[in-house]
C-alpha cells in the first residue's frame, strides 16, 4: 500500500511547508481583495413620485461569477437627510437584451454602532451577475397598495 502513495513516507518538511501554506494564503487573500473592488461610480436615481433620491456604491463587484454587494442611502431630495420610508425597497438584476434576469437579492438595513438600523441605510447582498454582458439594476419602491415607483442604472460587464 505504502508503494500507491510514496509522499506519504517521505518526511515533510515543516518550516518549508508552513512557508508554502503562508505563501498561499497571502496570495489568495490579495487576489480575492483586488477582484473584489472595481472603480464601479456611485449612482443615483430620481424618485418624483416619492421626493427622495437613494445613493449607490458598490462595496464590492460588480463582477460577473461572484456575488456583489452594493450599500443604499435613501435620502429626502431637499433636506439631503437620510429618511425612513414606509415603502419596502425592491433590487432587481435584468439581462435587458436576453430577456433574463438574476434573483433574489437580499437587502437589509445597516445597524449603527449601537446595534440598532439607521434609517435610510441599506446593503444590497447577494447580487449575482450570472455572466457578461449587459445589465440593468433596478431599483423598485413599493408601497402598502403595490404601488411601484422604480428606476434603474446600467451595469456592462
Ligand atoms: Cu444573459
Redesign the pocket.
Given at each position: 500500500m505504502m508503494k500507491k502513495y510514496p509522499y506519504l513516507s517521505r518526511k515533510l518538511n515543516f518550516p518549508s511547508a508552513l512557508l508554502g501554506v503562508v505563501v498561499f494564503l497571502s496570495c489568495w487573500l490579495i487576489g480575492t481583495q483586488v477582484l473584489a473592488q472595481t472603480n464601479f461610480p456611485p449612482q443615483t436615481l430620481l424618485y418624483p413620485q416619492h421626493d427622495v433620491q437613494i445613493f449607490l456604491q458598490f462595496e464590492e463587484g460588480p463582477l460577473v461569477g461572484r456575488k456583489s454587494v452594493m450599500q443604499m442611502q435613501v435620502k429626502d431630495r431637499k433636506t439631503q437627510q437620510l429618511i425612513a420610508l414606509n415603502e419596502t425597497i425592491k433590487v432587481t438584476l435584468w439581462?435587458p437584451?436576453?430577456g433574463?434576469g438574476s434573483a433574489p437579492t437580499k437587502i437589509q438595513q445597516i445597524n449603527n454602532d449601537q446595534g440598532f438600523p439607521q434609517p435610510g441605510l441599506y446593503r444590497v447582498s447577494n447580487m449575482q451577475f450570472?455572466?457578461g454582458?449587459i445589465w440593468e439594476v433596478y431599483v423598485t419602491l413599493v408601497n402598502a397598495e403595490g404601488q411601484e415607483e422604480s428606476q434603474f442604472f446600467t451595469v456592462a460587464l
Open positions: 439581462m437584451d436576453m433574463h450570472v455572466m454582458g
